[in-house]
């Protein structure tokens, strides 16, 4: 089987207001099983890009280890991109932001890569308000090691082994709000309406903005009942099995209007229960925006759309008061300023 893309190109593709057309902003072939969300991530993250009209070597797309992590290559293949270690992706943010405050950083990660290795990182990052958008394909299991429960896995879920899961799950948009980050959504991968203006917006936000997106495992979401990413009421319970082969499935796909609750049905039977936020939310009410996800849960539904955002605080360069030119454009004086002033600084620590 054949992974390489074709370089046909339609003569009739629209390009936007600088030239590039969709095609300009996605990747290689994706390798991820067929009807994965994830691949609906990716094609919503190609989207919003070509209608922000943004130029592609002006984005940095970093990611940590997982299913999830490895869709860097099947979107934005003109763009700077960084596979780095399980968990440590906010880390290597950070540091290239530093570095280069002009690019605009995409980080992804998924639910095992940030609740659980990566959680101390997601958390720091958070709350020192990174200028970024950390997007979580959130799928409650590790799909790259055959399924095993994931940190935001729930109450009475089982491993492929029949282990009941005792845990309560980590709710990301939650401690997101409790730490301060100012840009929360939740979103569903297969509510491209909806998930589309969220990236649009995470992109052109100061400061961290988080989107947690709910994107089904074809492979391994046949779990028991879900208050969070997957189903809330199961028809029948089943016990994922190690497979070699993937049968080819159709991409779920959903869509409903403010103010709605519908219930999805999963491949494997069971059901996902989703609700979007109404009209008259207020997504700048930090406390509106914590009872919604509580009222939310208690109805076992999910929210889904723009939750919380603040536009007020200041980054991490404000906070820092970092030079706005890049590191990489300062020359060896002004890096090097010499020792009169190593000393005057000094002087000022005593």
Known sequence: MSYIKPRFRHPDLTPNSIGYTRKDYEGSISTLCAGCGHDSISAAIVQSCYELEIEPHRIAKLSGIGCSSKTLDYFLKQSHGFNSLHGRMPSVVTGANLANRDLIYLGISGDGDTASIGMGQFV???????????LVGNNGCYGLTKGQDSATADVGSKTKKGIENTFEPIDLVSMALNLGATFIARSFSGDKAQLVPLIKAGLKHHGLALIDVISPCVSYNNVPSSTKSYSY????????????????????????????????????????????????????????????????????????????????????????NTIETPLRDLNEEKLCPGSKVLEKINKKLR
């Open 124 to 134: 720091h990052v958070t709350r020192r308000n990174l200028n970024m958008l950390y």
């Open 233 to 320: 009421v199961r028809e029948h319970m089943e016990v994922p099995e190690a497979v070699d082969f993937v049968p080819e499935k159709k991409e779920i796909t959903a869509e409903y209007a403010q103010g709605e609750s519908i219930t999805i049905k999963m491949h494997s039977g069971g059901s996902l229960r989703l609700n979007k936020l109404i009209d008259n939310h207020d997504p700048r009410d930090k406390k509106f925006a914590i009872n919604a996800i509580a009222d939310a849960k208690s109805r076992g539904e999910i929210l889904t759309g723009l939750i919380y955002i603040n536009t007020a605080p200041p980054d991490l360069h404000d906070m820092l």
